[in-house]
Nanobody, 124 residues
Framework: QLVESGGGSAQAGGSLRLSCVVS????????VAWFRQAPEKEREGVAA????????YYANSVRGRFTLSRDIGKSVFYLQMHGLRPEDTAMYYC????????????????????WGQGTQVTVS
């Protein structure tokens, strides 16, 4: 089970941190990721990390502004978001693959078996 938290509203240029608590599996045994979906748009991969923590993959639109990190002991992974823009407004989802590795398909939602319920981020 994956449960997100930390969404909310922010001003452009502001920051938010999303959390995803994972139960029933170890996050250092799977590729885990963040996705987002804006209204009337497809779900897009934002960031992902494989079981061993490297490399971390980022969408071009967020590279340098967002950081994915993990706390293995707490079974939580995070998405720290800085420099938020109105175009970052979306429902954000955390997800986990069965695979240890993310690979080139990390942006493809079909690669992920388990999903959280989503948390809304609104930037104005």
């Amino acid at each position: 089970q994956l449960v997100e938290s930390g969404g909310g509203s922010a001003q452009a240029g502001g920051s938010l941190r999303l959390s995803c608590v994972v139960s029933g599996r170890r996050i250092d045994e799977h590729c885990v990721a963040w996705f987002r979906q804006a209204p009337e748009k497809e779900r897009e991969g934002v960031a992902a990390v494989p079981y061993d923590g490297s490399p971390t993959y980022y969408a071009n639109s967020v590279r340098g502004r967002f950081t994915l990190s993990r706390d293995i002991g707490k079974s939580v992974f995070y998405l720290q978001m800085h420099g938020l823009r109105p175009e970052d407004t979306a429902m954000y989802y955390c997800a986990a693959q069965r695979s240890q590795y993310c690979g080139n398909g990390w942006k493809h939602a079909d690669e992920y078996r388990d999903w959280g319920q989503g948390t809304q981020v609104t930037v104005s």
